[in-house]
Structure formats: C-alpha cells, structure tokens
C-alpha cells in the first residue's frame, strides 16, 4: 500500500501555479545575489572609498604600498562582515519564527529587511550608517536563506522537487550577475553616486518578492502545523491538478504531522539519539563543507583579489561578471542533470572541479584518483 502511495505521489503533475509560486519564492535569490555580490563591486570605485575609506584609496595611489595590503583596514572589514554576522544570528532564529508566521511571510519579512537594509546603504553618510544598512541586508539573508528552500521543497511534487528547488539558486546566480553587470556600468560612467545606484537596485527584486509573496499561498504542511487544515486544503487545490489528489496529499500530511506531534514532543532531543546521528552527521557535513571550502568568498571577493594581483578597477569587475555568467551556466546545466544523475554524483564532481581549480598538484593528483576510483 504504502509503494502504491508513492507511486502516486511520483506521478503528481507539474502545473503552472506551482512553477509559479516556486520561483515568486525562489526570487529571493535574486537579493542574496544581488547583496553579496555588489559590495565587492563597490569596493572598487573611487568615489565610495574616497567618502568612506579614504585610508584604503590612497594606499590605492601609492604605487610603492605592497597590494596584497591595499584592503587590510579594519572599518573596511567591518564593513563586509557585518552582513554575513547579522545573517549567521538570524539564521538561527529564523527557523522558529518560520515555523511559527509560515514561510510564506517570512519571504516579506526578508524583502522588508532588504529594502531597508539598502535604503540605509544608499543615503548613508558615515560607516556606522552604512554598517546598519549591511546588518539588515544580513537579517533578511537569514530569513531568505530559510524559508525560500523550504517553501520550494514543501509545495514542488516530489518528482520535480529537485529541478524547482535549484530556482534557489539560479536566482543567486542570476543576482550576482546582475549586480556585476551594474556595477561595472556604473564604474565606467564615472559618477560620483554610481555606488548608491549600484546599492540602490537590489530594492528592485525586494519589492518584486513583497508583491509576488502577497498573492501566493503558504505551504500546506506550515498551515496544517498551525492547525489550519481548511486553508491547507486551499492551498493544495490551487496548486495541484485535481481536488482528489489534493485531498488524497492533504490526508497524508495531516496524518504525518500528527504522527510527528504524538511521538516526537522534542524533535531536536530526538534527532540526537543514535539511530539519528548518522543521518544529522551527514546533512551537517554537506552543508558545513561546502562552506568551508571557501569557493564561496573566493567568488565574493573575485574583484578584490584580481585588484590586488594588478588588473584595473575596470578588468577585476568584468572579470568578476565573466564568473558569474559561467556560475549562473552551470546551474542551468545541474538543473537539467539533477534529477536524472543524482546528487551524489553532483557532489562528487563539484568537490573534484573545485579541487582543480584551486589546489595544488597533489590535490589534482588525489582528485584525479578519486575519479578513477569512482
């Protein structure tokens, strides 16, 4: 019976209002893109260093300061980090609230702290303003970054589940090349307020996510956690092809959530106990690990460390935009591959390209060997 169930589910259809809703959500990729792709980008024109860094700008013009020292101010770090802090605390809170007000407002909740965050960035006048900005930016990554994944994950069929929840992050990808692409055209302008222009755009997709967020409905299983089976059902109907399939779905959500509720009072106490731990292990290896591979500040930082090994201002900025259009192709490509090769296989050639790219021949020796062993 229960085979019979999933083969059911399998064969729940694609519709349109799910592709929909799904990249409404997905676009919140689209800010966490954007915002940590600009900053690196602003850090390269002269007239942002020349109101807030002036120390940076003019060890810029002494050709006899080492590069590599060009960016080691401690305002200037502050400056980048406090984004990445604010989104770290926040993503730790913003499991619980998302339990609790539904992912679906915790998409506007992000796009307020974005758009916000921004408005500070674009009028401010001092590095304090300017650091408030990029702590609210780093609130609504944290609020992004949890509820996008999980709304995608809870409203896709489980046979396209994988394809729609990478409209994460193509979205990112997509972001990031937008903001190099606009804030290599306002470095070449030559304006004095290209940096807030640059700043400035990332409320464009903000207000497209607070708008869309308003006209999509909350996933089934975050209505039916907080006992609101009525609009579950709604929001079911509205996303699936038939009303029988959606009662069929509802019916199998609610018995899960009760089952969950009747044997797990602490589901974190429980995931800790040794049954658990393999599975809490991996899931933590995979994301910590991808982190602390480190590509990602390797891309975030892409203008700065082709500034500091000598390109011009102008070069670092295409060259960072040149990256973000090969990123943004490989998403495509996994996103077509996903579902048909498996994610471990996924994994295990993202580790290998990475460890080309970036380690020494003895890393490639070992890679290479990993591949063969495969």
Known sequence: MMEEEAE???????????????????????????????CGGVMMMAPFLEKFFPAVLAKMRDVKKDQYCLFDNHKLTAFISSMFIAGLVSSLLAGRVTRVIGRRFSLITSGILFITGNAFAVFAQNVPTLIVGRLFVGFGIGFANQAAPVYITEMAPSKWRGALNTAFQFFVCLGAVIASLITLAANHSKSSNGWRLSLGCAGVPAMILIIGALFIPDTPSSLIQRGKSDEALAALTKVRSTR??????????????????????????????PRYRPHLLLTVAIAGFQQLTGIGMVAFYTPVVLRTIGIGTEGSLFAALVIGVVNLASVLMSTCMVDNIGRRLMFLQGGVQIIFGHGDDEDRECALHLIFTL
């Open 8 to 38: 059911e589910l399998c064969k729940t259809p694609l519709t349109n209002t799910v592709i929909v809703v799904c990249i409404i959500a997905g676009s919140s990729g689209l800010l966490y893109g954007y915002d940590t792709t600009v």
């Open 244 to 273: 029988e399939g959606a009662e069929a779905e509802l019916k199998d959500l609610i018995d899960f959530n009760e089952a969950v509720r009747s044997n797990h009072k602490w589901p974190y106490k429980k995931l800790m106990e």
